[in-house]
């Protein structure tokens, strides 16, 4: 007999055990390296796009003794249709391999993890309560900012009088064994070429350097500042990209790699050398105004995070999938 209008049915328990259980796996091999690595995330690429819904990444990883291994999928990268889940490994010494299981497919995730449980430092800013109380704010010249979020996105927008910024930051790390920071963003910018939005310091040395990279209108560019030199100009690159921009940096001993991408498919590789062995690596975004004109600034971030990482990366080799639970009839 149909239920009445407002009752709400009640799954049984075979329903219940299927919306917990993954339908599907993968077995994945890591291959380490010539050192010993801790707490490596590494990335599992997938094409499994179909088989999960980005709203309920319902993934988990596993090792083979049955722990469970923090893991998130790249939401960024699941909307481009290049699935990748990030995992990190515990422990890998030095040139062996490790096999992980990898499974999908419940309706329900049972257990969800951060960015913040993978990464050194990160967020993908679907939880405003966390994001709020995670990062750090810092402010210059007295900016009206408010600072929302939507879709899964964190938007900064506000008047922004000149020499005026907003940022939000982390504390600095050492860089050892090496650090890699990814920021996601859509931005539209105020008609100036001198409002940096946005903005993401990257790393510090010890001669006191700073590296960043600025956005302004369909230009991206590398900037160095110290006090004995001000700001210097080190690479810079001019080309249309749209909304949606991907910044990867690279910090090693001997310097700095900027990869920036976008969805119109440009490309380029900014690189910084160093004056002396850096101290520290930096996650800082934000929107700068140095101007002296006051300028209404809007930017969306979608995700940002900081790893480790070590060139070559570990090897990942994904195997084929198994199905290892079938739903019942009842679903």
Do not use: C
Not at 65 to 81: C, F, I, N, Q
Not at 189 to 194: F, G, H, S
Not at 294 to 322: A, W
């Amino acid at each position: 007999m149909p239920l009445g209008r407002g009752v709400v049915q009640v799954p049984n328990v075979a329903q219940l055990v299927a919306l917990t259980k993954p339908r599907w796996r993968r077995r994945v091999v890591v291959t380490g390296v010539g050192i010993d690595l801790t707490d490596y995330t590494v990335a599992v690429p997938l094409d499994i796009r179909d088989r999960v819904s980005i709203k309920f990444p319902s993934v988990f990883v596993a090792d083979e003794e049955g722990s469970v291994l923090p893991a998130v999928v790249d939401k960024y990268l699941w909307t481009l249709r290049t699935p990748v889940v990030w995992v990190k490994i515990p422990s890998l010494p030095a040139n062996t391999t490790k096999a992980i299981y990898l499974y999908y497919g419940a309706v329900r995730p049972l257990r969800v993890f951060r960015y913040s449980d993978v990464f050194i430092y990160g967020d993908d800013f679907q939880d405003p309560g966390f994001s709020d109380a995670y990062w750090s704010v810092a402010v210059f010249g007295s900016p009206s900012v408010t600072r929302s979020y939507f879709g899964s996105a964190l938007r900064i927008y506000g008047t922004f009088p000149g020499s005026s910024g907003y940022y939000l930051y982390k504390p600095s790390i050492s860089y050892t064994p090496g650090k890699h920071t990814q920021i996601i963003w859509r931005t539209s910018y105020a008609d100036t070429y001198y409002a940096d939005t946005p903005r993401l310091n990257a790393a510090t040395d010890t001669a006191g350097r700073t590296v960043y990279v600025m956005f302004r209108t369909n230009t991206w560019r590398v900037y160095t500042w110290s006090s004995a030199e001000g700001a210097v100009s080190r690479a810079s690159a001019t080309g249309y990209y749209g909304e949606y921009v991907v910044v990867d940096v690279y910090i090693t001993p001997s310097g700095v790699r900027f990869v920036i991408r976008s969805l119109e498919g440009a490309y380029t590789v900014l690189n910084y050398t160093f004056s002396t062995t850096p101290v520290n690596a930096v996650l800082r975004f934000g929107v700068f105004n140095y101007s002296t004109t006051s300028y209404t600034l809007d930017t969306v971030f979608y995700q940002v995070f900081m790893r480790n990482y070590v060139s070559p990366e570990p090897g990942v080799e994904v195997g084929p999938e198994e199905e290892v639970y079938r739903y019942p009839d009842t679903m």
